[in-house]
């Protein structure tokens, strides 16, 4: 039982900013790495920035300088603070979770996606 839980997004106009969040709840004991992902229309979904459990994170080129990607341990929750917002940033953002249950299994977990729509 292990749920992602995604917030924020919205439309924006270009040069603007938008905060995403995303919380882990359910049989938790940790979790491992966790990233946000988007997906535009007819592409394939990619990924934005990740954070290990230790704080180390990685950026695609085209974002960085402009996200940052951190996460609340205590919270179990992630987040994306996206500045100076592109239209080509638009798209659903999915964040993502390496997640060790409670039963000790293992697995990689999804959220239902938020729509972040920037016009120009």
């Known amino acids: 039982q292990v749920q992602l839980v995604e917030s924020g997004g919205g439309l924006v106009q270009a040069g603007g900013s938008l905060r995403l969040s995303c919380a882990a709840s359910g049989s938790i004991s940790s979790i491992n790495d966790m990233g946000w992902y988007r997906q535009a229309p007819g592409k394939q979904r990619e990924l934005v920035a990740g954070i290990t459990s230790g704080g180390s994170t990685n950026y695609r080129d085209s974002v960085k300088g402009r996200f940052t990607i951190s996460r609340d341990n205590a919270k179990n929750t992630v987040y994306l603070q996206m500045n100076s917002l592109k239209p080509e940033d638009t798209a659903v953002y999915y964040c993502?979770?390496?997640?060790?249950?409670?039963?000790?299994?293992?697995?990689?977990?999804w959220g239902q996606g938020t729509q972040v729509t920037v016009s120009s």
């Open positions: 993502n979770a390496v997640i060790v249950t409670r039963t000790l299994s293992i697995g990689s977990h």
